[in-house]
């Protein structure tokens, strides 16, 4: 009796239980699988972004070093903007596309040497040195509506100069302050110089990543140690030709 309990009571089992599956829902289950985030270089100031969902950003690569004439075995300029750059001149670790980097170039135009030649389009800056050669520079210009060309002369230069915007600017945007001192945090950076009786100059800037863009209101800017390198070779009278 005892051995056919067994084999009964499993049959009855397993009927209950198909009896019972008719009434379960034909959808399966859902599962959650919770993946870790990724996380990229150093958490840094994107820490917070990570706490919070995002994802720490990842710090820029330096540029690559840049050559004025490498058939000559020239030393670089300068090889990035990390630690070789005074932080108080460029954020460490700004990054610039290499074709803006300062570099000796060929040059064919007809201009004297000591000549500033800014091909806006391109956005270079050229200055004209002996014997078909020149130094180029990476430059932002005018947004636009803003940009313009014409002759000029370098009328004066100042070191960490004062910003003080035209009455156009302040118009257009009223919550600019109407003055700031000299310093890391002033829009014209560490040199400034001017051009004619324009309210236009060539200058710095504390923003170097806009380089290469069309961001300004007019004015030429410069990474800060470019301005600083330009403004040692350019005189006062010094012609500036706008293209």
């Given at each position: 009796?005892?051995?056919?309990?067994?084999?009964?009571?499993?049959?009855?089992?397993?009927?209950?239980?198909?009896?019972?599956?008719?009434?379960l829902?034909?959808?399966?289950p859902?599962?959650v699988?919770q993946?870790?985030?990724?996380i990229?270089?150093?958490?840094?100031g994107?820490?917070?972004?990570?706490?919070?969902?995002?994802?720490?950003q990842?710090?820029?690569a330096?540029?690559?070093?840049?050559?004025p004439?490498?058939?000559?075995?020239?030393?670089p300029?300068?090889a990035s903007?990390?630690?070789a750059v005074?932080?108080?001149?460029?954020?460490?670790?700004?990054?610039?596309?290499?074709?803006?980097?300062?570099?000796?170039v060929?040059?064919?135009?007809t201009?004297?040497p000591?000549?500033?030649?800014?091909?806006?389009?391109s956005?270079?800056?050229?200055?004209v040195?002996?014997?078909?050669?020149?130094l180029?520079y990476?430059?932002g210009?005018?947004r636009?509506?803003?940009?313009?060309?014409g002759?000029?002369k370098v009328?004066?230069?100042?070191?960490?100069?004062d910003w003080v915007?035209?009455?156009?600017?302040?118009?257009?945007?009223?919550?600019?302050p109407?003055?700031?001192?000299?310093?890391?945090n002033?829009?014209?950076?560490?040199?400034?110089?001017?051009?004619?009786?324009?309210?236009?100059?060539?200058?710095?800037?504390?923003?170097?990543?806009?380089?290469?863009?069309?961001?300004?209101?007019?004015?030429?800017?410069?990474?800060?140690?470019?301005?600083?390198?330009l403004?040692?070779?350019v005189?006062v009278?010094s012609?500036v030709?706008?293209?």
């Amino acid at each position: 009796m005892s051995r056919l309990f067994f084999p009964v009571l499993a049959v009855g089992v397993l009927a209950s239980s198909l009896a019972s599956a008719q009434y379960l829902p034909s959808t399966p289950p859902m599962v959650v699988m919770q993946t870790q985030p990724e996380i990229r270089g150093s958490l840094g100031g994107g820490f917070v972004e990570f706490l919070f969902g995002g994802r720490a950003q990842q710090q820029p690569a330096p540029p690559p070093r840049i050559y004025p004439d490498q058939s000559q075995g020239a030393q670089p300029l300068y090889a990035s903007t990390g630690s070789a750059v005074d932080p108080m001149l460029e954020p460490p670790g700004t990054a610039i596309d290499p074709q803006f980097m300062r570099q000796e170039v060929a040059y064919d135009g007809t201009e004297e040497p000591g000549t500033v030649v800014i091909d806006t389009p391109s956005h270079f800056l050229f200055l004209v040195l002996p014997a078909g050669r020149a130094l180029r520079y990476g430059i932002g210009v005018g947004r636009p509506g803003f940009t313009w060309s014409g002759s000029h002369k370098v009328s004066s230069k100042k070191e960490w100069p004062d910003w003080v915007p035209p009455p156009e600017m302040l118009q257009r945007q009223p919550n600019l302050p109407h003055f700031m001192a000299g310093g890391p945090n002033n829009p014209l950076g560490a040199r400034a110089m001017y051009l004619g009786s324009t309210l236009y100059r060539i200058h710095g800037s504390n923003e170097p990543w806009t380089i290469g863009q069309n961001v300004s209101s007019g004015c030429i800017r410069m990474r800060n140690v470019d301005i600083i390198d330009l403004y040692e070779r350019v005189k006062v009278g010094s012609k500036v030709v706008v293209l």
